[in-house]
């Protein structure tokens, strides 16, 4: 099993900036890639952002590309979404998933184990 727990959600108005951090516990060798997603009121959870654990490679949602950065420090086993330009449409929960089973990386199917999540609301 691997737990996560999210951190660094808050209020923030458009054009500010967060950091998310996401910590795993448990059995984190077997992660093979941990992800971002969002949840807005009404909505179905949507891919934001994933990195691989080994090599790094990164992949975003076309909305957030360019203004949403993930990192991963494997030594403390935390992965990070910094968030940069931040609009009122990014208002959600955000949730940190991690793959322990090579899924699709994009994909909510892809993912065995889910954080509790963080709320992040940003006023216009």
């Known amino acids: 099993q691997v737990q996560l727990v999210e951190s660094g959600g808050g209020l923030v108005q458009a054009g500010g900036s967060l950091r998310l951090s996401c910590a795993a516990s448990g059995r984190t060798f077997s992660i093979y890639a941990m992800g971002w997603f969002r949840q807005a009121p009404g909505k179905e959870r949507e891919f934001v952002s994933a990195i691989l654990r080994s090599g790094g490679s990164t992949y975003y949602a076309d909305s957030v590309k360019g203004r949403f950065t993930i990192s991963r420090d494997n030594a403390k086993n935390t992965v990070y979404l910094q968030m940069n330009s931040l609009k009122p449409e990014d208002t959600a929960v955000y949730y940190c998933?991690?793959?322990?089973?090579?899924?699709?990386?994009?994909?909510?199917?892809?993912?065995?184990?889910w954080g509790q999540g963080t709320q992040v609301t940003v006023s216009s």
């Open positions: 998933a991690a793959d322990a089973s090579r899924g699709i990386t994009t994909s909510i199917k892809g993912y065995d184990y």
